[in-house]
């Protein structure tokens, strides 16, 4: 009879430890996808940042760009209107 009671006891404590390994490894599943979900979210946030500074970037750069053009336009435009009127520069 001895033996029927340690074996049960053997039975109960595996049981036991079975669930805690199932327990621990649910906790650590939900844990690793929650911290998943937090990177992607802050991967998202950074991506969506640089975006708006790309954006926001381009248009200084068109501004830019606006602005040497029309600069040169003018320069050209008193070029010839000097070349035409015979004027001294």
Known sequence: MPELKFIKRLLVTGIVIALCNIGVTT????????????????L?????????????????????????S???AELEVAKQL????????
């Open 27 to 42: 906790y650590g599943i939900i844990r690793n996808g929650y911290m998943s979900a937090i990177t992607a979210k802050q």
């Open 44 to 68: 998202h946030s950074y991506v969506e940042h640089q975006a708006d500074s790309l954006r926001g970037n381009w248009f200084d750069w068109q501004q830019e760009d606006l602005a040497r």
């Open 70 to 72: 029309r600069r040169f």
């Open 82 to 89: 000097r070349q035409l009127t015979g004027g001294t520069k």
